[in-house]
């Protein structure tokens, strides 16, 4: 249909056409289905899909439109990181070591995504096992952004972010254990929203840092974020750490820049010195001006435990995956070494080696060695000191504003390569995003504008737990005074 055109779509146009009749389901498929037959290849977004599968669930859910279902989601195209469970759809990590798993379940927020409507449209490259921020730590190759092929996406969530940023999907899943969906959507041009932890299940998410992990949308706009939001949000029983709460819809009270007026922005002094980039310090400060012209309230604020982020977070991190991984031994999970003769423990070895790349067997590693005997009250101990000093920091200056403003990294995107040789590197560049999931608060990017290369620049906004709807009606307010925003595409 000539109306179907690239980068005027959104989750909630597609929703709204196709339930009033104006679009069928098929109509949809078929043109997200060129679109990622003409371009995943090139950029590397996709471990997983398969048109025929998208056209059987096209005509399902065109049955229940035809019962007079309820579908808030009817018929739009959703791409799924593949460190989420799809029922006989395989769930990889983007690792050797699962090559060829199809889960026999659906992850809790895959069962809701369904029940609304919309379309699985397949499993997304990412960092192996969500470990990583730039998407080259995948054993199917990296990911390309799609503004310049000669950059990182961002990781993990890279595969999501670049295939939305692309318009091969209008909506995606990623998942965000330190950043992992507002660094990919800032260096892609998108938005990005990690919800408050405990608001989203995370039953059927393979388990990276499970105190820190936390599953959330991308799309290329705030209100795409809120729709999905609506639908993900809930408590979920096969999860413990799901809270029971009420969830409130976020979508229908987004309203306009009015939403500005006396709200108290704090820009965090901690991530405003001299290691930010000057391009991304501009534009983020040319965004600060708009929404002060628009009756915001702006002062500094101070956090200063943020410094232990980083330190406190790979500790944590590091340990909780030394954990998590454990079961896959080639025995009871995951791939097993093709040698024969083998003890126990070289079986294992083995398995272990030739399934984990590199980046997985550092943290593994690192955080074997932070629980082990001897070292645990040393390392493990007072990392999780350091976390409650950060969430006491950001509750001291919850008390002052209403939201947080800062960069979603020190810079933007950097070049393939340029980083996966020196590891510290990578992880300083994590500092601006690791302290929220520390906190367990949500957070958001949403782009913000160009650095002079014509790379992409994302605005972070932090609000208090469970004020994801604050978060969301600021980034809805900000965005609606840069149409540019909603305009601007990549040179594919």
């Not at 809120?226 to 809270?243: E, I, K, M, N």
């Not at 500005?260 to 310090?281: C, I, M, N, Q």
């Not at 999970?333 to 423990?345: D, I, Q, V």
């Not at 350091?386 to 933007?412: C, H, T």
Request: glycine share 10%; net charge positive; with cysteine.
């Amino acid at each position: 249909m000539s109306d179907l055109q690239p980068f005027k779509l959104t989750a909630t146009t597609i929703s709204q056409k196709v339930r009033g009749g104006e679009w069928s389901v098929r109509e949809v498929a078929n043109f997200y289905i060129e679109r990622t037959e003409r371009y995943s290849r090139g950029l590397n977004t996709h471990l997983f899909w398969d048109p025929a599968d998208v056209l059987a669930q096209a005509k399902v859910q065109e049955a229940r439109l035809k019962a007079k279902e309820d579908l808030p989601l009817a018929g739009v195209p959703v791409l799924i990181k593949d460190n989420i469970c799809t029922r006989a759809i395989p769930t990889t990590c983007a690792s050797k070591m699962l090559a060829g798993f199809r889960p026999p379940y659906d992850a809790t927020v895959v069962a809701r995504l369904r029940q609304a409507g919309a379309i699985i449209f397949g499993k997304s490259n990412c960092d192996e096992f969500a470990m990583g921020s730039s998407n080259e730590h995948s054993a199917f190759g990296p990911v390309l952004n799609p503004w310049n092929r000669a950059f990182v996406p961002g990781g993990s969530s890279g595969g999501s972010a670049a295939a939305v940023a692309a318009d091969l999907v209008p909506v995606a899943l990623g998942s965000d254990t330190g950043g992992s969906i507002r660094q990919p959507a800032s260096f892609c041009g998108i938005a990005g929203l990690k919800p408050t932890y405990g608001r989203v299940s995370r039953y059927g998410l393979v388990a990276y840092s499970s105190s820190l992990d936390q599953i959330g949308p991308m799309a290329r706009s705030t209100a795409d974020l809120a729709l999905l939001l609506d639908v993900l949000s809930g408590h979920d029983p096969l999860d413990a750490t799901s809270r029971v709460a009420p969830y409130p819809s976020v979508a229908p009270e987004l309203g306009g820049p009015g939403a500005l007026k006396g709200l108290r922005l704090g820009l965090v002094r901690e991530f405003f010195g001299s290691g930010l980039a000057d391009g991304t310090r501009a534009a983020l400060l040319a965004a600060v001006k708009l929404m002060q012209e628009q009756g915001a309230l702006v002062e500094e604020v101070s956090l200063p435990t943020l410094s232990h982020s980083i330190s406190s977070y790979y500790l944590i991190a590091a340990a909780e995956a030394s954990a998590n991984l454990a079961r896959f031994d080639g025995i009871r999970y995951g791939h097993r070494t093709a040698r024969a003769g083998l003890s126990l423990k070289q079986l294992v070895k083995a398995s272990r080696s030739e399934g984990f790349g590199r980046e997985v067997k550092q943290r593994i590693m690192l955080g074997t060695f932070a629980l082990s005997a001897g070292y645990y009250d040393a390392y493990y101990a007072k990392a999780k000191a350091g976390r409650s000093l950060i969430a006491a920091d950001f509750a001291k200056a919850f008390g002052q504003v209403d939201v947080l403003v800062a960069p979603n990294a020190p810079s933007v995107a950097f070049r393939l390569g340029e980083k996966s040789q020196d590891p510290l590197a990578m992880y300083l560049g994590d500092i601006c995003t690791l302290a929220v999931n520390l906190a367990g608060l949500p957070a958001l990017s949403v782009p913000c504008g160009f650095d002079p290369t014509g790379l992409p620049i994302g605005l972070q906004l932090i609000a208090p737990a469970w004020e994801d709807g604050l978060l969301l009606r600021t980034a809805h307010a900000y965005e609606q005074l840069c149409p540019w925003a909603k305009q601007a595409q990549p040179p594919l």
